[in-house]
């Protein structure tokens, strides 16, 4: 019995959409993976003591991060050395932080990336304004210098300095001390000098420019420190700069100062990556004046953020940040749907790249699957027609070998739309029949 042309219809469709169906479904399983992971809703950011300048620039960054689908965990540490190694440690849950410049090794720089420097941090020297101002670091041989707290990153820079100056232990008195004593101790003549790394709005450096008992020290050899240590550069500050009323400081003074960096992870999520640089660019290239107009001290808006770093690449999504902006998407939408659609988009391309071509495909291969049939009977019906001679042996073969044919040729089942092209072989058929026909009604010796 034959199946009906609706039923082989849908049989054939049945046979063509499975393996198009499981192809699709290997392709699109490919396209997710190209898809990057979705980035996390937090990010941990180490960002000193309360009301440091790191910790008071965590927060800005905070007030960015809201609405963006992301949050951001200022995590308080005891300063730029403890961030340096947060960071390190894979399990201190710490993605980013702040570190001061002249801190980093070089195995640092193999795990951590920069996103930009954001301020510059002075290496302040304070002596006792009683004593007889110094010029040069040599001049500290043999005197009371405090060098930061224990541990610290003022410690390690301030040590580094000394010893390129021949001041060590062995010649002068270096002493441990936690940087907000620092104005008590000089004006009790417990030291004579201090080193502190601050940003110039830190607490501690603007008590010690109020001291009558501390006095900035000018380094006649600032350039010269400078050219021998990349992560340092010369600032001068201009007399009276700091209080025009008290004329602080009294004379034009040489200062050396690194610049603080913020600095991650080199697999943390690009996303995130891209909305701290955007944070950073939106925090520290506002201006910064103060009551009467006046800039912050060290502060010229266009200046920070650096898209530079001396101690760490440069984040490529930092770079394209600062070269190019908020990725397109961003700019019109909040950050966590332009993820979700960025994400989508990734996974669109690849995955309309194969199912375009495999649904143009699928017809073809419909079509092949029916025609198929009627062309292998195509096949053996010309395959008779060849071997026809005028013998009655192969008249009565060939007559056999029709008659099989057109008998499975019958029992064909082709959907209603190729109707024509089973028509079309019967046809065919029965010219081969009659041929046969004319043959039989010849006789052999004609």
């Known amino acids: 019995m034959r199946k009906s042309s609706g039923f082989v219809q849908v049989r054939e469709l049945l046979f063509t959409a499975v393996p198009v169906v499981a192809l699709l479904a290997v392709a699109f399983w490919l396209a997710w993976k190209l898809v990057p992971a979705p980035p996390p809703n937090t990010l941990v950011i180490g960002a000193a003591t ?14 960015f991060f809201q609405g963006s689908g992301v949050k951001l965990v200022v995590r308080e540490t005891r300063g730029s050395l403890d961030n340096l190694s947060l960071l ?5 849950g710490v993605d980013a932080a702040f570190l001061q410049g002249g801190l980093a090794g070089a195995d640092d720089a193999q795990v951590l990336q920069s996103v930009g420097r954001i301020f510059f941090e002075p290496v302040w020297i304070f002596e006792r304004a009683e004593a007889t101002p110094i010029s040069r670091l040599a001049d500290l041989k043999g005197k009371r210098v405090i060098v930061g707290p224990s541990g610290s990153g003022t410690e390690a820079v301030a040590l580094r300095l000394l010893a390129s100056s021949g001041v060590t232990r062995d010649n002068a008195t270096l ?12 004006e009790a003549n417990g030291a004579d ?9 830190a607490r501690t450096v603007k008590r010690l420019f109020d001291s009558p008992h501390a006095r900035l020290v000018s380094l006649a050899q600032a350039d010269a420190y400078a050219q021998r240590f990349p992560f340092l550069s010369r600032i001068e500050l201009k007399q009276g700069v700091v209080d025009f009323a008290r004329n602080v400081p009294g004379v034009d003074s040489q200062v050396l100062s690194t610049t603080a960096a913020v600095v991650t992870r080199k697999d943390l999520h690009p996303a995130l990556v891209n909305l701290l640089t955007q944070a950073v660019i939106h925090v520290h290239a506002q201006p910064r004046v103060g009551p009467s107009g006046e800039n912050a001290l060290l502060h010229r808006a266009g200046v920070f953020p650096l898209a530079e770093d001396q101690e760490f690449s ?9 070269k190019s902006g908020p990725p397109f998407l961003q700019r019109y939408m909040p950050f966590y749907w332009a993820v979700v ?11 309309l790249g194969i ?7 699928a017809p073809t291969l419909y079509t092949w699957r029916v025609r198929r049939r009627i062309i292998y009977w195509y096949k053996e019906l010309k395959k008779v027609e060849a071997g026809i001679t005028p013998s009655p042996t192969d008249v009565a073969r060939a007559a056999g070998e029709v008659e099989r044919i057109e008998e499975a040729v019958n029992r064909i089942p ?20 009659r041929r046969l026909n004319v043959l039989k009604a010849t006789p052999e010796d004609a």
């Open 88 to 92: 390190k440690d894979e399990r201190s």
């Open 414 to 433: 082709v959907p209603l739309a190729f109707a024509n092209q089973l028509y079309d072989l019967r046809q065919h058929i029965d010219v081969v029949r």
């Open 50 to 63: 309360p009301g440091s300048p790191y910790h008071e620039a965590a927060k800005r960054y905070a007030e």
């Open 175 to 186: 002493v441990n001390a936690e940087l907000p004593t620092y104005p008590e101790t000089l």
């Open 341 to 351: 659609v960025d994400r989508f988009v990734v996974f669109l391309v690849p995955a």
């Open 355 to 361: 199912l375009v071509p495999t649904l143009r495909f």
């Open 314 to 322: 440069l984040s490529p999504d930092a770079q394209r940040v600062y």
């Open 193 to 201: 000098a201090g080193f502190l790394v601050l940003a110039p709005e």
